[in-house]
C-alpha cells in the first residue's frame, strides 16, 4: 500500500483573505498527482464582497476557470459569479447547452476569465470551500460495476452517490438535491467521474478532500490479493527496447500524422505502463478505454494495441493495425454522431500500447504529448483499482462521443490562438550553446519549435537550454553534450532525439571552428581537425537526420550554415575555405537526392560573425587582426565598413534566414544558398 496523502496545510503559510486562501489550497491540491491529474478538477469559495456598482455586499463565487491546472493556477485563473444568479438560472428552463451562454451574464466585476462547465456543481452546494477532484483511488470506486454500493462500504455516510451524469447544469440539481435528501453527507461520489466535497472554510475542505482519497486507497489495498490485470502473458520489458523504439518511432510519428498535420511523442516505460501490457487482461480492458471525462478528452475513446516483435519493419506492421483503427473510429463516430456534431478529428490513435516497450503518447507540443501519456496511466491506475475491488466499467460509448465531440469543449477549442508557425515539428541544432546556433534555437523555439539543442560544451549547453526553456517551456528543450566529429556520440544525440519527441523533421548543420593558414603551412593536425569538423561530421549528421526524416515519410528541412569562404577565396584560410566549398556541393547534392522523400536542403553563407560566436575566439580575432594589419579591437569597424550595406552582421541576422528557410513560407525552396554577409562583392554567388 501506498503511503497516505500527507495534509500540507501550513498555518504559518495560508493566507487570511478568502480568495487568496482559495488559492493557497487549490495549489496544495493541484501539486500532488495522487489528487489529480494535470488541468483536472475545479475548487471554489463564497465570498461576500461589495458589488462594484451598488456598494451593497453580495455573494460571489469564485470558480477555478475553463482550461487552468490547479497546481499552478493563480486568483486570475478564477471566474467570479454572483452567486444569485447562477442559482436563478434554473428558472430560465432552458437545455444544458444554452445555460451556459448565460454564464457570461452572471459575471462579477467584469471578470474576463471563462467559468467551467462544473461551475453549477459548485453554486448548488450550500458550503463556503467546494472541492471537485479526479482521485485515481477514488474513480476506481466511481468506475466499478458496483459503484454505488462500494460508496457505502468505503465511506459509509460520508459520501452520497450520483450515477453518471455529463457535467453541467443537471448534475449541478441532481447534487443539489442529494444533499438536501441526505443531510450530514461530506461529499458525493459521480459515476465514472471523480467526488466532489465540501465544508464552511478551506482548511477544513483540502483535508477533507485528501482523507477521503486515503480512504479509498486504504479499501483498495485491503483487496488486493492476486493481481488484478491478472496473470503475466509476457516478459515485462525487451532487454533492447530502448534500440527498438529507436526503429519503431519515426516510422509510428508519420503515419498518425494527418492532414500535414504532424504530433510531437512522449515515450512511457514506466514500472505501471509495462505491467499492464504483460498482463492477461490487457486486450479486454483497453477495448474499454477509460472513464473520466478528463482523460478520453486527450486519450481518445480507446488506444491502439501494437504487437510488435521488435524485428519484422514497424511499417508492414503499423500498415494494418493503423488501417484497423481508422476503420473502427470512423465506424464509432458515424454511429455516435449528432446533427450538429463537429467534423471528425484525427482517426489515428492518440495513445498506443506497445508490449514489452511501453507507451507513446501524442500531442500537437511536447508538453501535451506528455499530458496524454500521463492521463492515460491514470486511467491504467483506475482500471488497477477498480479491477481489484470489483470490475472496471467504462462509459457507454455514446456518453464518451458526447464527451469527446462536445459543442462546448470545440468552442474551447476554437477560442485558442492560432498555432505558431514552426509547431509540431522538432529541430535539430547542432553548435546550439552560443552565436548561430543559440541565436537559432531560440526563434525556431519562439515560432513554435520543439527544439534540440547538441555542443560540445556541456556548461554553455545547459544554459543554452536554460535559455530557450523560458521561451518553449522545459518540455519543449532537450540538450545533449555532444562531440559531433565522435560517429558514435553523433548517432547517440539522434538516437536520444527520437526516444524523447519521436523524430527530426528540421536540422540545422551549424558546429564548426577554424584554423588560419595557407596550404604551406597548414599542418596535418589542423586539416584532421578542420575536415572531420566541417566534411565529415557534416556528412554524418546530415545523414543521421534523413534517415530519420526517411523513415517518417513527412518530409523535412535542413540548413547547412557554411561561409562567405565557401564562394570566395578566403585569404590565410585554405582548408577552411575549401571545407566550407564542400558543405555547399554537400548541401546541393543532398537537396537533388532528397527531394523525392520531401526533404529540401539548402544552406547560409554568413561572414564576420563576431558576435558570441565560438570561432572568432581570442586566437583566431588575434590572427585575423594580424593579417588584416589591424588591432583585434578594430576588427568589428573593419568589416562593418568593407561591407556594402555598412552594417555588422550578428548571429540573429543569421538565423533569420535559418528559420525562413526550414518554414513553409520557403517550401518551394531547395538546393539554395543564401547570403547573410551585409553585402560582399567576393562572395557573391556567381
Not at 51 to 64: A, F, I, M, N, Q
Amino acid at each position: 500500500m501506498s503511503s497516505p496523502v500527507p495534509n500540507r496545510w501550513d498555518a504559518a503559510l495560508a493566507p487570511s483573505d478568502p480568495l487568496a486562501q482559495l488559492v493557497y489550497a487549490s495549489n496544495l491540491l493541484g501539486s500532488d498527482p495522487r489528487v489529480t491529474n494535470f488541468g483536472g478538477g475545479n475548487t471554489s469559495a463564497k465570498i461576500p464582497m461589495a458589488d462594484p456598482l451598488t456598494g451593497e455586499t453580495v455573494e460571489v463565487l469564485w470558480v477555478k476557470g475553463s482550461g487552468g491546472d490547479l497546481g499552478s493556477a493563480n486568483a486570475g485563473g478564477f471566474a467570479s459569479l454572483y452567486q444569485d444568479k447562477v442559482v436563478a438560472l434554473e428558472a430560465k428552463g432552458l437545455p444544458e447547452d444554452e445555460i451556459v451562454a448565460l454564464y457570461n451574464h452572471c459575471t462579477f466585476n467584469l471578470n474576463p476569465r471563462a467559468c467551467s462547465i462544473d461551475t453549477p456543481l459548485h453554486a448548488f452546494v450550500p458550503y463556503r470551500a467546494v472541492s471537485h477532484l479526479h482521485a485515481d483511488a477514488v474513480i476506481a470506486i466511481a468506475a466499478s460495476r458496483d459503484a454505488e454500493r462500494l460508496c457505502r462500504e468505503v465511506w459509509g455516510g460520508r459520501m452520497g452517490y450520483l450515477p453518471w451524469k455529463r457535467p453541467g447544469f443537471d448534475l449541478g440539481l441532481m447534487l443539489r438535491d442529494l444533499i438536501r435528501d441526505n443531510p450530514g453527507i461530506e461529499g458525493a461520489l459521480m459515476g465514472s467521474h471523480g467526488y466532489i466535497c465540501w465544508a464552511d472554510d478551506w482548511e477544513k475542505a483540502y483535508a477533507l478532500s485528501l482523507d477521503l482519497i486515503n480512504q479509498a486507497e486504504a479499501f483498495i489495498a485491503s483487496r488486493r490479493t492476486a493481481h488484478p490485470f491478472g496473470e503475466l502473458i509476457r516478459e515485462l520489458k525487451a532487454d533492447d527496447a530502448e534500440a527498438k523504439w529507436r526503429r519503431l518511432l519515426p516510422v509510428l510519428r508519420g503515419r498518425v500524422a494527418h492532414n500535414g498535420q504532424r504530433l510531437i511523442a512522449s515515450v512511457d516505460q514506466s514500472e505501471p505502463v509495462l505491467e499492464f501490457l504483460g498482463r492477461a487482461k490487457r486486450d479486454r480492458l483497453a477495448a474499454l478505454g477509460t472513464s473520466c471525462p478528463d482523460h478520453f478528452l486527450r486519450t481518445k475513446i480507446r488506444p491502439l494495441v501494437l504487437e510488435w516483435d521488435g524485428h519484422a519493419d514497424p511499417a508492414t506492421v503499423l500498415a494494418p493495425a493503423l488501417e484497423a483503427f481508422r476503420e473502427d473510429y470512423c465506424a464509432y463516430y458515424e454511429r455516435c454522431k449528432r446533427p450538429d456534431s463537429p467534423a471528425m478529428r484525427n482517426p489515428n490513435p492518440s495513445v498506443v500500447l506497445v508490449p514489452g516497450l511501453g507507451m507513446v503518447s501524442f500531442g500537437k507540443n511536447a508538453a501535451e504529448a506528455r499530458i496524454t501519456g500521463e492521463f492515460y496511466r491514470n486511467a491504467i491506475a483506475v482500471m488497477e483499482g477498480a479491477e481489484t475491488v470489483d470490475e472496471y466499467v467504462a462509459l457507454p460509448e455514446q456518453e464518451a462521443f458526447d464527451i469527446e465531440y462536445w459543442l462546448l469543449e470545440e468552442a474551447k477549442l476554437k477560442r485558442q490562438p492560432p498555432e505558431a508557425e514552426l509547431s509540431r515539428q522538432i529541430a535539430v541544432i547542432t553548435g546550439a550553446a552560443q552565436g548561430i546556433g543559440l541565436a537559432t534555437a531560440r526563434q525556431m523555439a519562439s515560432l513554435g519549435a520543439t527544439v534540440v539543442l547538441l555542443d560540445l560544451t556541456a556548461s554553455k549547453l545547459s544554459e543554452a537550454v536554460g535559455e530557450v526553456a523560458k521561451i518553449a517551456g522545459k518540455d519543449a528543450v532537450l540538450g545533449i553534450p555532444c562531440d559531433v566529429t565522435d560517429s558514435a556520440a553523433l548517432t547517440a544525440a539522434f538516437d536520444q532525439a527520437v526516444l524523447r519527441f519521436g523524430g527530426v523533421d528540421l536540422l540545422v548543420v551549424n558546429a564548426g571552428n577554424a584554423r588560419r593558414g595557407t596550404v604551406a603551412d597548414t599542418s596535418c593536425e589542423d586539416y584532421d581537425f578542420l575536415s572531420n569538423l566541417l566534411m565529415r561530421a557534416y556528412f554524418e549528421t546530415m545523414a543521421e537526420a534523413s534517415r530519420v526524416m526517411i523513415a517518417q515519410g513527412t518530409g523535412g528541412s535542413m540548413v547547412v550554415v557554411a561561409s562567405k569562404n565557401g564562394s570566395a577565396a578566403g585569404s590565410n584560410a585554405a582548408v577552411y575555405s575549401a571545407a566550407k566549398a564542400f558543405e555547399l556541393h554537400l548541401a546541393r547534392c543532398s537537396a537533388n537526392d532528397l527531394a523525392k522523400f520531401g526533404i529540401r536542403v539548402n544552406a547560409v553563407n554568413p561572414d564576420a560573425v563576431l558576435q558570441g560566436s565560438g570561432i572568432w575566439s581570442d586566437e583566431w580575432r588575434t590572427q585575423t587582426a594580424a593579417s588584416l594589419g589591424i588591432a583585434p579591437e578594430a576588427l568589428e569597424a573593419h568589416y562593418r565598413d568593407r561591407s556594402l550595406l555598412k552594417v555588422m552582421v550578428r548571429p540573429e541576422d543569421i538565423a533569420e534566414a535559418i528559420v525562413w528557410l526550414s518554414s513553409s513560407r520557403a517550401s518551394r525552396t531547395t538546393g539554395g544558398t543564401i547570403s547573410v554577409d551585409g553585402g560582399n562583392r567576393e562572395g557573391f554567388l556567381r
